[in-house]
């Protein structure tokens, strides 16, 4: 089994910083990527920032957000900086993982962890 364990949600003031945090655990032999998605209510789930091949952000987040990742702890983080009431959402981690050299990847989710931030 491979498990995502999301942290660092939580409430903000705009204008401030949050950094989540996402790790992989259980049967990982390799992580191909490690991506942020969020949703917020009413609103379909997007892609916020991705780090695999590429880095790529959303439009409405770059130049604030800065996805970075830790290969040694199969973690990847988030910073979030300067924060606007638009980012509030629930956060999800993506992680796309070959549990065997010889496998193929399969895609995991976080459970998610909320982001609020206040005007």
């Known amino acids: 089994q491979v498990q995502l364990v999301e942290s660092g949600g939580g409430l903000v003031q705009a204008g401030g910083s949050l950094r989540l945090s996402c790790a992989a655990s259980?049967?990982?032999?390799?992580?191909?990527?490690m991506d942020w998605y969020r949703q917020a209510p009413g609103k379909q789930r997007e892609l916020v920032a991705d780090?695999?091949?590429?880095?790529n952000y959303a439009d409405s987040v770059k130049g604030r957000f800065t996805i970075s990742r830790d290969n040694a702890k199969n973690t990847v983080y988030l910073q979030m900086n300067s924060l606007k009431p638009e980012d509030t959402a629930v956060y999800y981690c993506?992680?796309?993982?070959?549990?065997?050299?010889?496998?193929?990847?399969?895609?995991?989710w976080g459970q998610g962890t909320q982001v609020t931030v206040s005007s």
């Open positions: 993506n992680a796309v993982v070959q549990q065997h050299y010889l496998g193929g990847y399969s895609r995991y």
């Open positions: 259980g049967s990982i032999f390799s992580i191909n990527s």
């Open positions: 780090n695999g091949y590429s880095t």
